[in-house]
Structure formats: C-alpha cells, structure tokens
C-alpha cells in the first residue's frame, strides 16, 4: 500500500478520518536486531524511508533512524559493517493506539522530539506515523470533522 | 541554484491560493508567508569540510541539515538523509569523505513572501524535509517539515474558533 492512502482500518472506524490508523502507513517491514547498520540504511535508500523498526525474535523492540545513523554511525565513525542496530536503535519504540486521534500524535512527537510514531492495534505494531503524515493530516482540512 | 521567486513586498494577496476562485472582494485574504515559520539564520558548512564534521556540527545545532558553503556561495545541503543512506548505506568513511560529495545538489529554494502552502506542495511533491528560503535571491532561512506542521496544527485551531 503506497503511502498517504487510506488503509482499510478506517473503514471499521466510526470516525472521520481523524485517527492516527488512517493516516499510518501500513504494514511495516522490520530488521533484525542482530543486522548491521549497513544493511538499515539500505533498506531506507530502497524503500525511500527515514525509519526501520527493530524485530527482535518476532517482535519489535525498538526503531533505528536516519538521525541514528547520522549522529551516532557518521558523527563517531562507526563501522557500518561490524555495528550492529542493536546498539545504535533507539529504545523503546513509542506508540499510540491506531484509534487515537492524529493531534495526540502530533502532541507526542513534539514533546519527545521524534518523527516517527509505532502504531498499534490490540497492543500489536501494525504500522508507522511519520512527521510527513501529520502535514497530510492538518493540510487537509476538508477531511476534518471539527 | 534554482529559485522559486513569486514576488517580494509584504501584504501580497492570495491570488495564488485557489484558481478557480472568481474576482470577488471577499476572496482578498492574507496568506500565510513562508518567511513567517522559517529558521533563521541558516546552518553552514565549508566545502571541504568531512561528513564526519557535518554530523557533529548538525547535532551540536540539533538540525537535521546543513547548508554547504564555498566561497560565499552556497552549492548544496547535507541531511540526515544523505549521511545514513550515502555515507552508511555505501559504508564512506566519515572521516575522509568530503560533505561535497554526499550533498545534495542544486539547492531548490522557494522565496520567503510566497504562501507557505506552496512550500507544502513542494516539498511533498519533490519529497524533502528541508527547504532553503530566499529574499532577493540570497538565503536567509530555512523552512522544515516541522514547520509545516507548526503551520498547520495552528491553522486548524482557527478555524475550529
């Protein structure tokens, strides 16, 4: 599903096009914990994204971002072929419920200086909320019911 | 550099802002400038200096992109994105790696009396989180994905009122 569609969750929503499920993107791909930062920064030049989640057994542990690669990978040199995201992800990955509405989410990435959110929906990671949603989100007031 | 220049003056009316409007007086409104939500002064690093260097400057400043400086020209910008998937994703040596050659280039730069909603268009269309501002074709700021939110959430607390 490309980004900025509608996923289909919204359609199950009482709501108005207003939660943090329908402007997500979804589903998420996942790198292993064990990986190296190499291979995460490549997978966000493939997929044109600024953020892999961290799988660890199956599940998500945290996220690693461009803003970890630069500060932590480039500005201490790091081996990108030897570093593991283990060490350099960031911990533990912040989410919000897919049913919350999109201004709580605006509201936590500007308190905790983030730009990507996990969604989740019953306790279980099903997708991202970039800060790139959030203008999709407040530009769009047509959409708004309030 | 290729500049996106509308016309300088404060006060412009919105006549870019929907073109299928008609020429009534109601629709004189104000927009929004993209001078009105940018930083400034801008961020900067010298052409030869290392990637390594930018990356250590850009979180001293806490920014998420730099512009790069020769002479007294700017000829580019280096982001958080071309760090992680030029010089990590190819595995640069930080070190040694000059931020010329993991810039970005030419700068695309948007002046600071145009609608900041052109600057949304923008930047979602060219898909960017950072875009240099100009005044009478020099830089003097810079505009950022955050921003547009900071414009957008406000936005819409007007017209809930």
């Keep these: ?146 | 550099m290729k500049s996106i220049v509308f016309s300088s003056g404060k006060g412009l009316r919105a006549m870019t802002n929907d073109n299928n409007k008609n020429n009534s007086e109601a629709d004189d409104i104000l927009f929004d400038e993209i001078g009105d939500y940018m930083s400034s002064p801008v961020f900067s690093v010298d052409h030869d200096s290392t990637v390594q260097e930018a990356a250590q400057y850009m979180f001293a400043c806490n920014i998420g992109s730099l512009l790069v400086k020769e002479f007294d020209n700017y000829v580019g910008i280096v982001t958080e994105t071309d760090l992680s998937r030029k010089v990590v994703g190819q595995g640069l040596n930080p070190e040694t790696t000059q931020v010329t050659r993991v810039m970005t280039q030419p700068l695309e730069t948007m002046d600071r009396f145009l609608p900041i909603e052109e600057a949304n268009r923008f930047m979602h269309k060219n898909k960017i989180r950072h875009l240099p501002v100009t005044e009478n074709d020099v830089i003097v700021g810079m505009l950022s994905v955050k921003d547009l939110v900071a414009y957008y959430a406000r936005s819409s607390f007007k017209v809930q009122e």
């Design chain 1, 1 to 146: 599903m490309s980004k900025h569609e509608i996923h289909h969750f919204s359609k199950e929503q009482e709501s108005h096009l207003e939660t943090i499920g329908d402007y997500m993107t979804s589903p998420v791909s996942g790198i292993d914990a064990e990986s190296f930062v190499r291979e995460a920064a490549q997978i966000m030049q493939s997929e044109h994204i600024g953020s892999v989640f961290v799988k660890e057994n199956d599940k998500f542990i945290g996220i690693i971002t461009e803003n970890d690669l630069s500060r932590k990978v480039v500005a201490e040199n790091l081996d990108t072929e030897t570093t593991k995201v283990r060490n350099i992800m960031t911990e533990p990955l912040i989410s919000l419920d897919c049913s919350e509405h999109v201004a709580k989410a605006n509201q936590m990435m500007a308190q905790k200086k983030i730009r990507h959110l996990g969604v989740t929906r019953n306790r279980e990671i099903v997708g991202v909320l970039s800060v790139r949603d959030l203008v999709s989100f407040y530009a769009n007031p047509r959409m708004r019911t309030w």
